[in-house]
């Protein structure tokens, strides 16, 4: 099969084309990405704004019409925390309907965070044990833990790297007091959450996910020895010693970096901030980092119910 998966998140528009069938892995065959960063088109009371409504049913627009001529059995839409939570989401929803002809699914935060786990689950295995998993997106962090494929626990936090940039990160480079307010912040959410997860079994693997930790992965972190680039591990303080020197650069320079791209260079430091207090909440110094996040947890849970 021919499937499509369009992912509407908080920063980019993204579109992954994959042969899979049920039972064998999905085998991606094309992308098409548009950087949108809906989280600079976010008015006062919440609401996405009339230029950022455009460049979303714009981008929505040109997707649609690369799925139309590819050829596909199915495509996928759906939409993350930045459309979820926005207060004009529904109307944005059925104008991007209207506009595009596409029925989105609105995965709720504990969707994103299930879906996510399931694919991390499928990569690693079941010899993975009980598995801890840090997501961070542009609008909500996802973190899960569970030695099945339905974590026991899966929450979403408001703690993604779009949204700490836009309500902490006011100033290219940011101030030392801008990213301890974001440290403080994350630190008091993140403790509150760790509560769920008070008597459950501890992990045994601990993996981060998303093309934030993925970034920050190539710049601070190291290919795990005879595996392969797409097995990368992050200390965390690896991720503490670079941080502040990322902060230190205007985000125009930051690609010259390796890892750090064009689509991610505005929030990077947020994320990097975001993930050092979630490892540090949950007493983690290092994790893996997975390659598969919520797209394959999508065409996983579509394979499935196909078989």
């Known amino acids: 099969?021919?499937?499509?998966?369009?992912?509407?998140?908080?920063?980019?528009?993204?579109?992954?084309?994959?042969?899979?069938?049920?039972?064998?892995?999905?085998?991606?065959?094309?992308?098409?990405?548009?950087?949108?960063?809906?989280?600079?088109?976010?008015?006062?009371?919440?609401?996405?704004?009339?230029?950022?409504?455009?460049?979303?049913?714009?981008?929505?627009?040109?997707?649609?019409?690369?799925?139309?001529?590819?050829?596909?059995?199915?495509?996928?839409?759906?939409?993350?925390?930045?459309?979820?939570?926005?207060?004009?989401?529904?109307?944005?929803?059925?104008?991007?309907?209207?506009?595009?002809?596409?029925?989105?699914?609105?995965?709720?935060?504990?969707?994103?965070?299930?879906?996510?786990?399931?694919?991390?689950?499928?990569?690693?295995?079941?010899?993975?044990?009980?598995?801890?998993?840090?997501?961070?997106?542009?609008?909500?962090?996802?973190?899960?833990?569970?030695?099945?494929?339905?974590?026991?626990?899966?929450?979403?936090?408001?703690?993604?790297?779009?949204?700490?940039?836009?309500?902490?990160?006011?100033?290219?480079p940011p101030t030392e007091a801008q990213q301890e307010a974001l440290r403080s912040h994350a630190r008091g959410v993140i403790a509150d959450a760790r509560t769920a997860f008070d008597g459950l079994q501890k992990p045994t693997h601990i993996v981060g996910s998303s093309k934030t930790i993925r970034s920050l992965a190539r710049l601070a972190g190291s290919v795990v020895d005879g595996i392969g680039d797409d097995r990368m591990r992050l200390r965390r303080s690896q991720l503490d010693d670079w941080v502040p020197r990322l902060a230190q650069i205007p985000a125009t320079s930051r690609p010259a970096l390796p890892g750090i791209t064009m689509d991610r260079t505005f929030q990077i430091v947020a994320g990097g901030i975001v993930l050092s207090e979630a490892m540090a909440g949950f007493n983690v110094r290092e994790l893996d980092v997975s390659p598969w996040a919520t797209r394959e947890g999508v065409l996983l849970r579509y394979l499935d119910h196909l078989a």
């Open 1 to 172: 099969m021919r499937l499509g998966v369009l992912d509407i998140g908080s920063n980019t528009v993204h579109l992954l084309i994959v042969d899979a069938h049920p039972g064998a892995r999905p085998v991606a065959e094309a992308s098409h990405k548009s950087v949108v960063r809906l989280m600079r088109y976010l008015d006062t009371d919440g609401s996405i704004t009339d230029e950022g409504v455009k460049a979303l049913v714009t981008a929505i627009g040109d997707a649609a019409r690369i799925a139309a001529r590819s050829n596909l059995d199915d495509l996928l839409p759906m939409a993350t925390s930045a459309i979820r939570e926005a207060t004009n989401g529904a109307e944005v929803i059925a104008l991007i309907e209207r506009e595009t002809g596409l029925s989105l699914q609105v995965l709720s935060g504990e969707d994103e965070a299930k879906l996510t786990f399931l694919a991390v689950r499928r990569w690693y295995g079941w010899s993975a044990g009980n598995i801890l998993l840090f997501d961070i997106g542009g609008g909500s962090l996802e973190i899960a833990l569970g030695e099945d494929e339905e974590a026991d626990v899966a929450l979403s936090l408001p703690l993604g790297a779009g949204r700490s940039t836009v309500g902490f990160l006011h100033d290219d």
